[in-house]
Nanobody
Framework: QVQLVQSGGGLVQAGDSLRLSCAAS????????MGWFRQAPGKEREFVAG????????YYGDSVKGRFTISRDNTKNTVYLQMNSLKPEDTAVYYC???????????????WGQGTQVTVSS
């Protein structure tokens, strides 16, 4: 079992920055691939970013490339999502998730954080 607890998020204006955190406990954190997803009302859950166990490989969704940065600190069992130049279309509930290997499909993920709301006003 893996438990994921998220923090961060909130209401910001367009162009602002936010950082989300996701702290893991339970199974050995450093062996897992971590991903961030988001889901806006009426839309499917979307892959935002992912990072390999060694932090050597990162992946991003096309809509956030160049603006968002994913990182992880295995000593703290935590993954981060730094979101810069936020746009109103980034408004969604953001989730962290974990699985053994890279995937952009949310159905492949085994464990999920509780979700955190990010709202970007224009």
């Amino acid at each position: 079992q893996v438990q994921l607890v998220q923090s961060g998020g909130g209401l910001v204006q367009a162009g602002d920055s936010l950082r989300l955190s996701c702290a893991a406990s339970g199974r050995t954190f450093s062996t897992n691939f971590m991903g961030w997803f988001r889901q806006a009302p009426g839309k499917e859950r979307e892959f935002v970013a992912g990072i390999s166990r060694s932090a050597g490989t990162v992946y991003y969704g096309d809509s956030v490339k160049g603006r968002f940065t994913i990182s992880r600190d295995n000593t703290k069992n935590t993954v981060y999502l730094q979101m810069n130049s936020l746009k109103p279309e980034d408004t969604a509930v953001y989730y962290c998730a974990v699985r053994l290997a890279y995937s952009r499909n949310p159905k492949d993920y085994d464990y999920w954080g509780q979700g955190t709301q990010v709202t970007v006003s224009s």
